[in-house]
């Protein structure tokens, strides 16, 4: 099992980029997937984007095209850098892994390992 922290969160104005990090410590980076989800104010937390072991990704329909999500397994890192913010991706932030293969990469439940998240301001 991997334990992440989360870093790179902060406030930035519409339009704007940021470039968030999942560190992890644990055995298994090189073979787990690594996702990002997201929680806004009131809402229920929502999958941003995955990619697995191979460098295969998957993004929500509301951040494709502005966000990316990258590997580093030399660092055991992962990356989500977010660019053309919008003040609708206001969140806490947080990364997630799991070793095994997904049945659904939306899925929260079928993530092992959690990071307490960054809180991500868009706002002018």
């Known amino acids: 099992q991997l334990q992440l922290v989360e870093s790179g969160g902060g406030l930035v104005q519409p339009g704007g980029s940021l470039r968030l990090s999942c560190a992890a410590s644990g055995r298994d980076f090189d073979v787990s997937g690594i996702a990002w989800f997201r929680r806004a104010p009131g809402q229920a937390r929502e999958g941003v984007t995955f990619i697995n072991s191979r460098g295969n990704t998957y993004y929500a329909d509301s951040v494709k095209g502005r966000f990316t999500i990258t590997r580093d397994n030399s660092k055991n890192t992962a990356y989500l850098q977010m660019n053309s913010l919008k003040s609708e991706d206001t969140a806490v932030y947080y990364c997630?892994?799991?070793?095994?293969?997904?049945?659904?990469?939306?899925?929260?439940?079928?993530?092992?390992?959690w990071g307490q998240g960054t809180q991500v301001t868009v706002s002018s």
């Open positions: 997630a892994a799991k070793a095994s293969m997904l049945r659904r990469w939306t899925n929260e439940r079928e993530y092992e390992s």
